[in-house]
């Protein structure tokens, strides 16, 4: 699968705890985008790197940081995870960092208990 | 303050009929307006956005700033259109904001 990949699909966990969500974007993309997707808050952006800097910043909690690597797959750290934390994480990555598509990935979803 | 509003969470119509999801948005500069798309059991993509203005599967969708709208349009309705429409607003700082989606249901 030459598309953006994201481990793990699932997670379970409890409140308090710190996990950590990896997206790898596509062949030749430098920009990743981090999503929440929660029933009562919808899609939300959390925040765009690109090239492994930070390029854009949303709705993204204190408790939550991220990072792009030189080999640009990035990682989404939660930590003092609450249950509204509980939600579907879309990363997205495209080839610059602002006029391009982007293209998601599955998904991974945190299930807080 | 960014905002979009996609007032029906729920549209069915019958295959086709002539369809139109709204958008509204509130923006004070220069909005950047996209529309996504998520099939069932399919990843969220790009349906398609306002700087290109080109159609995709049918789909056309003009921005007026003076009624602050993206509505979607398609003059039939294919049961494979069936799905989950987001209207999305890029603006200060890159940063993305979504609507809350509508779920068009295409009736055979």
């Known amino acids: 699968d030459s598309g953006v990949t994201q481990t793990p699909k699932h997670l379970i966990t409890a409140t308090g705890q710190r996990v950590t969500l990896r997206c790898s974007p596509r062949?030749?993309?430098?920009?990743v985008y981090w999503y929440q997707q929660s029933l009562d808050q919808g899609l939300q952006f959390l925040i765009q790197?690109?090239?492994?800097?930070?390029?854009a910043k949303g709705n993204i909690l204190e408790r939550f940081s991220a990072q792009q690597f030189p080999d640009l797959h990035s990682e989404l750290n939660l930590s003092s995870l609450e249950l509204g934390d509980s939600a579907l994480y879309f990363c997205?990555?495209?080839?610059?960092?602002?006029?391009?598509?982007?293209?998601f990935g599955p998904g991974t979803r945190l299930t807080v208990l | 303050a960014q905002r979009v509003t996609q007032p029906e969470k729920l549209l069915s119509v019958f295959k086709g009929a002539p369809v139109e999801l709204k958008c509204n948005y509130s923006?004070?500069?220069?909005?950047?307006l996209f529309w996504y798309v998520q099939y069932s059991r399919q990843r969220l993509q790009l349906l398609l956005r306002?700087?290109s203005r080109e159609s995709i599967k049918g789909f056309t969708a003009d921005l007026n700033k003076g009624e602050t709208s993206f509505h979607l349009k398609k003059p039939f309705a294919q049961e494979e259109d069936s799905a989950m429409y987001y209207c999305?607003?890029?603006?200060?700082?890159?940063?993305?904001?979504f609507g809350p989606g509508t779920r068009l249901s295409v009736l055979p």
């Open positions: 923006y004070s500069g220069s909005p950047e």
């Open positions: 062949s030749g993309d430098l920009s």
């Open positions: 999305a607003l890029r603006g200060y700082g890159q940063n993305f904001v």
């Open positions: 997205a990555s495209s080839v610059g960092w602002a006029e391009d598509t982007q293209y």
């Open positions: 306002h700087i």
């Open positions: 790197y690109y090239n492994g800097e930070e390029r």
